[in-house]
């Protein structure tokens, strides 16, 4: 049925990227409000309810609700974000070929991607361009030692591993904010280039 779906979209939308966030809520975060002189206890399938939404703007601590309930506050990161990036920088397709290389032309290169695959990934499971990659989240995170420690820090060495458990800040840990720590959002998507069909079918004959 989600192929269908695809396919279908693909008949109006030519040279399109279908894409979409697994943005999903913590399933351990609750936290307690005081109401006509009763604590309250919150989940975040609580926030789905429209009266409870003025709570996804409440912070917990150092944590933001809407940062750990995203789906019901309805602040998921938007694909258009321009922070995406990938899992797996060193993976390459089944050919050889990078995500760089589907980069250069995504509409046309991203559309057969799902045929190369490659340690059971895909371009467009791993590459931004194709509808791939993944989002820091909460965005602006950093540990708790100072903005110096974002996400891009961790990216370096063994740092995941070392110290993605600890220094939690604004709710979260590296392991859980950071796309190269394991944490983050994954996005998923296809490019689809129907006016490109015949440049495309050369290109991939000749790779």
């Not at 779906?5 to 307690?32: G, H, N, R, W």
């Not at 309930?69 to 694909?79: D, E, F, R, V, Y």
């Not at 965005?139 to 420690?149: F, K, T």
């Amino acid at each position: 049925m989600f192929k269908t779906t695809l396919f279908l979209l693909a008949l109006f939308m030519p040279a399109a990227l279908v894409q979409s966030f697994k943005c999903e809520d913590s399933s351990y975060f609750d936290f307690v409000i005081l109401q006509n002189s009763q604590l309250v206890t919150y989940r975040c399938a609580d926030l789905m309810i429209e009266k409870n939404k003025r709570l996804c703007s409440e912070t917990i601590g150092d944590t933001l609700v809407s940062d750990k309930c995203p789906n019901a506050c309805g602040t998921c990161p938007s694909a258009d974000s321009g922070s995406c990036s990938t899992r797996y920088p060193t993976w390459v397709d089944s050919r050889g070929k990078s995500c760089a290389w589907y980069a250069q032309r995504p509409s046309v290169r991203c559309a057969r991607a799902d045929e190369f695959l490659n340690n059971f990934l895909t371009a467009s499971i791993v590459c931004c361009e194709c509808g791939g990659g993944c989002i820091n989240f909460p965005q602006g995170w950093h540990d708790a030692d100072g903005p110096e420690y974002n996400c891009a820090w961790y990216e370096k060495s063994d740092r995941c591993e070392e110290d993605g458990g600890k220094f939690r800040s604004m709710g979260f840990v590296a392991n859980e904010a950071c796309c190269t720590c394991g944490g983050g959002f994954e996005q998923s998507g296809t490019a689809i280039s129907l006016e490109d069909s015949e440049d495309e079918d050369k290109e991939i004959a000749s790779a």
